[in-house]
């Protein structure tokens, strides 16, 4: 049983996506039972129940990570999430490695047009 306050998924991955998030001080890690990280409403990485990493990028970001990384556009409850590529375990873990990557998904989300958030504000 999962409860709101703790991950689904491992805590070894949780950890390693929390040190990434944390390298960038102007983002703030979100979600309870599945982390993740948004600007201006545009979510651009998150960690899924499994512990798999995906992470919003450009068009031409997202080709050269898939070549370089010998990875794949993320899948998640079968669609293949256009804009999102899933980072390998071994890089997940190598912050350095992976930060610049990182900074290149946030600056893509902040090209974006900003959504509307859809939980009420607080009083």
Do not use: C
């Amino acid at each position: 049983m999962n409860t709101r306050a703790q991950p689904d998924a491992p805590a070894d991955r949780v950890a390693a996506y929390d040190r990434l998030v944390a390298a960038v001080p102007e983002v703030e890690r979100k979600g309870a039972s599945m982390p993740y990280t948004s600007v201006n409403g545009n979510m651009f990485s998150y960690l899924d129940p499994a512990g798999s990493m995906a992470l919003r990028l450009s068009g031409p970001d997202r080709a050269t990570f898939i070549g370089r990384f010998s990875t794949r556009l993320h899948e998640a409850y079968g669609i293949v999430q256009q804009e999102y590529v899933s980072v390998p375990d071994g890089l997940l873990q190598d912050t350095e490695k992976l930060l610049p990557w990182f900074r290149s998904g946030l600056e893509y989300a902040l090209s974006l047009k900003p959504k509307p958030t859809t939980r009420p504000k607080k009083a």
